[in-house]
């Protein structure tokens, strides 16, 4: 099935209220019609890191809109996403730009997203004359890499291992998606990024890695960092919600921050696309929350 020409394609920025900051993704609210080739198209054809596609909306009050006298509890959407190559099963910008386009139509509010990692809580508060969308990851899990797979990933980089944090060793963190964290030794390594697209794609292929979430520490709260993202044909994606969501369980794994902890992650600075990402860890709960604000790209 081709794209069906009625389809309606918005354009919105994560993690930023400007729209030439944060990470610009696609969302498709009534993806109904369109099949797996034809959203693979939409996605590549708008050329973003991700775009999402709401296939479905299902649970209580379904029909009806957020806010409505006598509903339970709150809207389910079954929600796609594909990069300009492929599907992925979870994607964190594309969520919040998601919950903020159904935001803008339906009202702030709780929602329940049904993707293929599991589904994901995502709660969207004004913040100003803007929206602030806050998603709830699903179970995260952090694992080690092997030496020889580190040594890999190092040499497609270009990065001496020399020029790693000992303090924040390299693991592989899932939160929705699998990510290799690795944590650069000074601002200036970090934005030094000129990797060997191809070597490194391979790797992720073979390690079934999203993006290599890599870190510089400014202090015990703040990070920099950067997110290659080959396998999605794209060199580097601008703010990156799964890899922060990732990033939190490995700095909770690894006892870098307290069981109650509020993250706050700068991305995009080097890309000219300026985005905060805040990571929250509460104690009691292993789910990590990613939260940033998302605005509409015109013109």
């Known amino acids: 099935m081709s794209q069906n020409p009625g389809t309606e394609v918005l354009r919105y920025t994560a993690f930023s209220a400007d729209p030439a900051g944060g990470n610009p993704a696609g969302v ?3 993806a109904s019609g369109l099949d797996d080739a034809a959203m693979l198209a939409v996605a590549a054809e708008l050329g973003y890191s991700e775009t999402a596609f709401v296939t479905g909306r299902t649970g209580p009050g379904d029909g009806g809109r957020p806010g409505e006298a006598g509903r339970t509890g709150p809207p389910a959407y079954t929600v796609r996403y594909f990069s300009p190559r492929a599907e992925v099963p979870f994607c964190g910008h594309a969520t919040v730009a998601t919950a903020v386009a159904l935001a803008e139509r339906d009202g702030p509010g709780d929602l329940l997203f049904l993707t293929a990692a599991g ?18 990851s699903v179970e995260p899990r952090v694992v080690d890499i092997t030496a020889d797979d580190l040594a890999e990933a190092l040499g497609a980089l270009g990065w001496p291992a020399a020029d790693l944090d000992p303090e924040l ?19 200036e390594r970090l934005a030094d990024l000129d990797y060997d697209f191809a070597r490194l794609e391979a790797l992720m292929r073979r390690l079934d890695l999203t993006t290599v979430h890599l870190v510089w520490r400014a202090s015990s709260r703040v990070f920099h960092v950067r997110d290659p993202f080959p396998v999605g044909g794209v060199v580097e994606d601008p703010a990156t919600g799964a890899a922060a969501a990732a990033f939190g369980a490995y700095a909770r794994t690894l006892g870098l921050v307290p069981d109650t902890a509020v993250l706050t992650l700068h991305q995009g600075e080097d890309m000219g696309r300026p985005g905060t990402l805040t990571v929250e860890l509460r104690s009691g709960d292993t789910r990590v929350r990613v939260g940033g604000t998302g605005t509409r790209i015109t013109g």
């Open 119 to 136: 589904t994901v809580p995502v709660t969207v508060t004004r913040q100003g004359a803007g929206l602030r969308a806050t998603l709830t």
């Open 169 to 187: 060793p390299p693991r592989i963190a899932f939160a929705g998606a699998r990510h290799l964290v690795l944590a650069a030794g000074s601002r």
């Open 28 to 30: 498709v609210l009534d």
